[in-house]
């Protein structure tokens, strides 16, 4: 009762079983809303299951990893050329480009597709331009920020310690926002996944999830699509739980002050 | 009254100004530092620096640090013939910053190994000082798990691995307690006087607290036009040797009565500037 109450409270830290014992209600709930919901959009559980048997036999897991790996190889990218262009606005020389990329935000992928088109080679290629460019001008924008609310006082404490400009962008910028970086990647990541369906169905030579989701919309096959989707999700989260233990292990001071860490 | 004598100049401050934007700031501020010597024991110097609030003692402060230029003048140390630059002078800040994503330790090396090259010299360094102010602990911590107080330790002794034998604090005193005060100003005291060279300029409000820790007091303020209006830019108006009159190095001084007198006089003068 106690906890029931705690759990309730605003800005209570509660200890991790009570945590399991929540989530665990949570997700039980969750489920007799789904198999007792009188939607009959909404797939039951089962059919949902035999849905996903079948496309598995029909080579799901191979779909799965033509995506995950283009959504690999367009994070890696993105990353880089992100934090690159992120750091570089150190420089007053680069801080207008850096603008106008995080811009072009506004610009729809739809839009983009013929320039791609003419750059690429393979149809892999032109996915991978139109991810890495898709989620290079939201992450960009996310660490270009980070970067600019760094405080003074930070920049003159490793001045007072004799570190020359190069070596203060090294400490401060780079190192020393590095926690924040990861977070940024992380949410950036996810969005990967949610333009990945959207750039297989643009070029679909090479299949992949996002064409397999495409295919079962347009035949109306619900279960399936919700198979699908469930998929991502599960393969989104252990993404998202995999950048977060890289983070702490390669930032442990990051959370040291958080309420609920 | 102790025995003692002046050596060499060690700071000067030469002429600075300071304008923004057109509106001076600092106006031909001039001050200076010398070594003073005790035969029998290590003397450092402790210069309390005072002025009202808003009258430009950050900007100074930035200024001998090498952080700011001045618009005119310059300030120069150990006799040096160019303008001071960032790290040579330690400024150990308000809010004593330090490297977040770095263990107490990692970052006092980082500080040690920017004046000894050799790895296990500046190590021996950094943990003869962690053992000095009862840090050692902590090493392996990282700042946000350190108390008050110790993040104040650390980032004195981070700055004084690091400088030529000046640190400036600003604000050290402010919002602590009587003990903490008390602490504080041994600690200048003492990190003061574990080198004959060690100069430490602090910046406070508190005037008693300087008069306790400090050899000089400097007070800054503006003039007055004949109604008695300040006029724009201050500079140093008054500074107190604390030596001559004998109202330095003794333990027990702030007890004292003439000590007393001593901080009402600073204090009259103060609400001149
Ligand atoms: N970046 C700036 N641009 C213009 N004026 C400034 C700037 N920084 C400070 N000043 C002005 O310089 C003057 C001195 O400021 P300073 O911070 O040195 O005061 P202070 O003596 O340290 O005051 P306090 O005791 O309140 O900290 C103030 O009048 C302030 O408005
Ligand atoms: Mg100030």
Redesign the pocket.
């Known amino acids: 009762m106690n906890q029931a109450i705690e759990v309730l409270s605003p800005n209570r830290v509660i200890s991790k079983q009570t945590v399991r014992w929540m989530v665990g209600f949570q997700l039980v709930l969750l489920f007799f809303i789904w198999i007792f919901s009188p939607t009959v959009f909404l797939p039951k559980p089962k059919e949902v299951l035999n849905a996903l048997n079948e496309m598995w036999m029909e080579g799901l897991g191979g779909e799965l990893i033509t995506s995950f790996y283009l959504n690999l190889q367009a994070i890696a990218l993105a990353t880089l050329l992100s934090l690159g262009m992120a750091y570089l606005t150190v420089i007053p020389f680069f801080r207008p480009i850096v603008t106008l990329l995080s811009k072009l935000r506004f610009l729809s992928m739809v839009g983009l597709t013929f320039f791609f088109t003419l750059m690429a080679t393979t149809g892999h290629e032109l996915k991978l331009f139109l991810l890495v460019f898709s989620v290079s001008v939201f992450f960009v924008t996310g660490m270009a920020e980070v970067v600019a609310s760094i405080p003074k006082e930070k920049y003159d404490l490793a001045r007072t310690l004799r570190m020359g400009e190069w070596r203060v962008v090294y400490e401060v910028v780079i190192i020393g926002q590095a926690d924040k970086a990861f977070e940024v990647l992380r949410q950036n990541a996810a969005m990967g996944w949610m333009m990945l369906t959207m750039v297989e169905g643009i070029s679909r030579s090479e299949g992949g999830v996002g064409a397999m989701l495409l295919n079962q919309n347009k035949h109306f096959h619900l279960s399936a699509v919700f198979a699908i989707q469930l998929t991502i999700l599960l393969l989104g989260l252990a993404q998202d739980y995999a950048i977060g233990l890289l983070r702490t292990v390669v930032c442990p001071y990051a959370d040291l002050t958080l309420e609920r860490k | 009254m102790p025995s003692y004598t002046y050596g060499k100049t060690l700071l000067k401050v030469d002429d600075v100004s300071l304008e ?2 057109g ?1 001076p ?1 600092l106006k031909h501020v001039s001050a200076e530092i010398r070594d003073i010597i005790c035969t029998d024991h290590v003397q450092g110097q402790v210069v309390g620096f005072l ?11 930035r200024i001998i640090a090498g952080l700011n230029k001045p618009t005119t003048g310059r300030v120069t140390i150990n006799g040096a013939d160019r303008p001071v630059q960032a790290g040579e002078v330690g400024v150990v800040a308000q809010d004593y910053p330090l490297f977040e994503h770095r263990t107490v330790m990692s970052n006092l090396l980082i500080a040690a190994n920017q004046k000894e090259k050799d790895d296990k010299a500046a190590h021996d360094k950094v943990v003869q000082y962690l053992t000095e102010f009862e840090l050692i602990d902590k090493a392996r911590l990282y700042p946000v798990q350190l108390s008050g107080g110790q993040r104040q330790r650390c980032a004195i002794i981070q700055q004084i691995l690091c400088s030529d034998h000046f640190l400036l604090m600003d ?1 050290p005193f402010s919002g602590l307690d009587l003990l903490m005060l008390e602490k504080t100003s041994e600690l200048i005291q003492k990190v003061a006087n574990l080198d004959e060279l060690n100069t430490i300029i602090v ?1 406070t ?1 508190d005037i008693t607290a300087a008069a306790a820790v400090a050899d000089h007091l400097w007070l ?1 303020g503006r003039e007055h036009d004949p109604s008695g209006n300040p006029l724009p830019g201050s500079h140093i108006a008054e500074t107190y040797d604390l030596i001559e009159r004998d109202l330095c190095w003794h333990p027990q001084i702030i007890t004292q009565p003439r000590f007393m007198d001593f901080v009402r006089e600073v204090k009259d003068r103060f609400r001149t500037l």
């Open positions: 923004y934007d509106r700031i002025g009202p609030s808003g009258i430009g003692k950050t900007q100074l402060f604000e910046v409000h800054m």
